[in-house]
C-alpha cells in the first residue's frame, strides 16, 4: 500500500521481502525517497517501522554476538539480563 489507501504501488519503494518465522513477521522494502537508497523494515505485527542507510546495515555486519542479543530484548523480554 501507498499510504494514500489505495494500494497503488510506489514508484520510491519496492517490496523485497516479507519473512515470516515463529517470533515474527517482517516485510522488507527499498526506499529511495531520501538522499539515497534505504532499506525499511516493518514488524507487521506492531507496525514499528525503521530506515537502514548503507551505514547503519555495515555496522550491523560489525557487531559483536553480545550486541546481537542485546537486540532481542524487546516486549516481554526487554528487562530480563543475563
Given amino acids: 500500500m501507498n499510504g494514500s489507501g489505495t494500494g497503488a504501488p510506489r514508484r520510491d519503494r519496492r517490496e523485497l521481502a516479507e519473512l515470516r518465522n515463529e517470533f515474527a513477521t517482517v516485510r522488507v522494502t527499498l526506499d529511495q525517497r531520501g538522499n539515497g537508497p ?3 523494515v516493518e514488524d507487521l505485527e506492531s507496525g514499528a517501522e525503521i530506515l537502514l542507510s548503507p551505514l547503519e546495515l555495515a555496522s550491523l555486519c560489525l557487531a ?6 542485546n537486540w532481542l530484548r524487546v516486549g516481554h523480554y526487554r528487562d530480563e539480563r543475563p
Avoid: F, M
Fill in 38 to 40: 534505504r532499506l525499511l
Fill in 64 to 69: 559483536g554476538a553480545e550486541d546481537r542479543v
